[in-house]
């Protein structure tokens, strides 16, 4: 609810909440899963009014939790910024990025970042992501020589996911 007693169409439902507090548990414990690793950067979009929406939710447990700042350097929209900016900068370091997007737009960082890692291959969700789809994954993974790779996996992080 927002300060008038109305819904707050911009923040997690339940749901997303329960979704975000285990996504801290599995990518924030000692070894989570493969592919997946502890990022050492995390980012999300920033929005005109300064608040957390929902893909800044849905990270900021993680990120408490591994004591890293929860980045905002573009908004939604500006993509291929976020890769030029950052991402790229990041990668070159030998970071861990994770990065926690609106689903609409997932597509285009996938593109602005497979363009710039000299990636061909996408899996399905790289060119549309699902309406309903809460629980999948891109993942990044360099391989030998920087040659990177691009797989769509599953978190299931909750029972029905």
């Known amino acids: 609810m927002d300060e008038h007693g ?7 439902i ?3 909440w329960q979704r975000a507090g285990a996504l801290a548990a599995v990518l924030g414990g000692d070894v989570p899963p493969p592919p997946f690793v502890r990022p050492t950067a995390v980012f ?5 009014d300064g608040a957390l929406h929902r893909p800044g ?11 890293v700042h929860l980045q905002t350097p573009v908004p939604k929209g500006q993509e291929e910024m976020l ?10 370091q030998n970071q861990d ?3 926690c997007w609106e689903h609409h737009h997932l597509p285009a ?3 602005a970042l497979t363009q710039a890692l000299g990636i061909s291959t996408l899996p399905p969700n790289a ?15 360099r391989q030998q020589d920087s040659v990177y790779a691009l797989t769509q996996t599953t978190l299931k992080l909750l029972d029905g996911d």
Do not use: H, M
């Not at 109305?6 to 997690?12: H, M, Y």
């Open 44 to 48: 999300a979009p920033a929005y005109p």
């Open 109 to 111: 960082l996938a593109a």
């Open 97 to 99: 990025v994770l990065v």
């Open 6 to 12: 109305q819904p707050n169409t911009e923040s997690l």
């Open 14 to 16: 339940p749901r997303g």
């Open 57 to 67: 939710e849905t990270i900021t447990p993680l990120a408490r939790r591994l004591q």
């Open 83 to 92: 890769v030029s900016g950052s991402l790229l900068a990041l990668a070159g």
């Open 127 to 141: 060119t549309l992501w699902p309406e309903t789809d809460f629980s999948s994954a891109l993942v990044f993974v």
